[in-house]
Each structure stands twice: as C-alpha cells, then as structure tokens.
C-alpha cells in the first residue's frame, strides 16, 4: 500500500467515525427531546402547573406552548 493509499484509508475512517458519532448524538439528541415533550404532556393534561413542569423538563414556556396547542 502506498503512503496515498494509507493516507486516503485513514482520512476515510476517520470522516467515518466523525460522522457516526455525530449522528449518534444528534438522534440521541432528538430522542431526549421527544422523550421530555411526552412527559411534559402527560404532566399537563394532569394539570401540573407550567412552571413545575418546566423546572423538571428543562423545557421552555414556549415548548409548552406548542404542545398545549
């Protein structure tokens, strides 16, 4: 194998793993979130008040505006 060729390799699994990771944590990402908005609506339909769920969601008052819509 040349050095081009080794060099190519490694810049490709390199660009690989960079970018599985970063997929891994942006869907991560987005499952936390889907994950917070559902307990945030169970939370309102008991009548929890807004800024209990956002203290314990993380949520915005906008985010539970949108659900609450």
Known sequence: MTIEQQWRQESYLQGFKEG??????EGF??????????VAQ????????????????????KDLQQ???
Do not use: C, P, W, Y
Not at 20 to 25: K, T, V, Y
């Open 20 to 25: 599985f990771m970063e997929g891994f944590l």
């Open 29 to 38: 990402q987005e499952r936390l979130q889907e994950g917070k908005l559902q």
């Open 42 to 61: 169970r939370m309102l339909r008991e009548n929890v008040d807004i800024k209990t769920i956002m203290k314990f969601t993380g949520l915005s008052e």
């Open 67 to 69: 659900i609450n819509a």
